[in-house]
């Protein structure tokens, strides 16, 4: 948490004070949850390798931003 508020907020008061409060959560395996409901999971960690990752996906069943429906 410090790092984090020391990267966001070099000049806040947590620094000031060196008082830092929050809590780490640590995110679920994404992967796991797209196959536990039967979708295509991949991490993906390379910007560049985000639009191979999903044509990977071989049903095509899935969404970019503004879309409402799988594509057919």
Request: avoid cysteine; hydrophobic fraction near 30%.
């Amino acid at each position: 948490m410090q790092g984090m508020h020391q990267n966001l907020y070099p000049d806040g008061i947590a620094a000031e004070i060196d008082l830092y409060h929050g809590t780490h959560i640590n995110a679920p395996d994404f992967v796991k949850v797209a196959e536990s409901v039967g979708g295509y999971g991949e991490q993906v960690t390379d910007p560049e390798k985000l639009q191979d990752a999903l044509k990977r996906d071989q049903r095509g069943n899935f969404r970019t931003p503004g879309e409402s429906r799988p594509r057919s």
